[in-house]
């Protein structure tokens, strides 16, 4: 039987931030690694309103996925893409990671269905994220969505060094 658990959290305790910083540190490159990760994962987490999917096998924590609400992000990330606009029905991707020693395993397919689901029970069935492009990110996500539009290519995003193509979508999955 698989050890592997998916959960979504509300709420946080220390184990849990120092779980998740332990987890960027090796699943994000260096060009993405967070300034003040325990204070981004705390934000995250504590927000009810934010769709928090945590993967763990047995005890260790190997992904997670964090949604947050267009309306309460999209000022920030204009600074990066002006044309982000307000949307107070639409979900945000803000963050997907997944431990390199578990990647390939449909791990971060795991983490979509289960957010896509946890929208649909809140009465959100529309998506948005920026995705990377070099690492056929984007276009696994394109293809994945039964109903994905691609709108435009933001070439630095979030000051990464690397572009990222801004995607709306659907919580409806193609595969499964
Ligand atoms: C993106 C990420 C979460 C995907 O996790 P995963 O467990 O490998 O996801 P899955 O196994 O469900 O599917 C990954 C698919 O994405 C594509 N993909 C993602 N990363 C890839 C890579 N480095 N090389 C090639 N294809 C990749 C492939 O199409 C792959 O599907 P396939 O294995 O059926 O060919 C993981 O690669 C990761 O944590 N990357 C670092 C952080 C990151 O880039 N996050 C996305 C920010 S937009």
Same mark, same amino acid.
């Given at each position: 039987?698989?050890?592997?658990?998916?959960?979504?959290?509300?709420?946080?305790?220390?184990?849990?931030?120092?779980?998740?910083?332990?987890?960027?540190?090796?699943? +994000?490159?260096?060009?993405?690694?967070?300034?003040?990760?325990? *204070?981004?994962?705390?934000?995250? +987490?504590?927000?009810?309103?934010?769709?928090?999917?945590?993967?763990?096998?047995?005890?260790?924590?190997?992904?997670?996925?964090?949604?947050?609400?267009?309306?309460?992000?999209?000022?920030?990330?204009?600074?990066?893409?002006?044309?982000?606009?307000?949307?107070?029905? !639409? +979900?945000?991707?803000?963050?997907?990671?997944? +431990?390199?020693?578990?990647?390939?395993?449909?791990?971060?397919?795991?983490?979509?269905?289960?957010?896509?689901?946890?929208?649909?029970?809140?009465?959100?069935?529309? @998506?948005?994220?920026?995705?990377? *492009?070099? *690492?056929?990110?984007?276009?696994? @996500?394109?293809?994945?969505?039964?109903?994905? !539009?691609?709108?435009?290519?933001?070439?630095?995003?979030?000051?990464?060094?690397?572009?990222?193509?801004?995607?709306?979508?659907?919580?409806?999955?193609?595969?499964?």
């Amino acid at each position: 039987m698989s050890s592997i658990k998916i959960e979504i959290i509300t709420g946080y305790d220390e184990r849990l931030i120092a779980q998740l910083v332990e987890l960027q540190k090796k699943a +994000l490159p260096p060009h993405m690694q967070i300034t003040e990760p325990a *204070t981004y994962y705390k934000e995250g +987490l504590q927000d009810r309103n934010n769709i928090n999917v945590i993967m763990r096998d047995r005890h260790k924590v190997i992904g997670y996925l964090l949604g947050i609400p267009q309306s309460n992000v999209y000022e920030e990330l204009r600074h990066w893409d002006p044309e982000m606009g307000d949307d107070p029905e !639409r +979900l945000y991707l803000d963050m997907i990671q997944v +431990l390199p020693e578990e990647r390939r395993n449909k791990r971060g397919l795991a983490l979509i269905q289960t957010v896509c689901a946890e929208a649909e029970k809140r009465n959100l069935f529309k @998506l948005s994220m920026h995705a990377r *492009t070099t *690492t056929g990110w984007s276009q696994y @996500l394109q293809n994945l969505f039964a109903d994905i !539009r691609f709108l435009r290519q933001i070439e630095n995003w979030y000051d990464f060094g690397e572009p990222c193509d801004y995607l709306e979508a659907t919580t409806s999955l193609d595969t499964v």
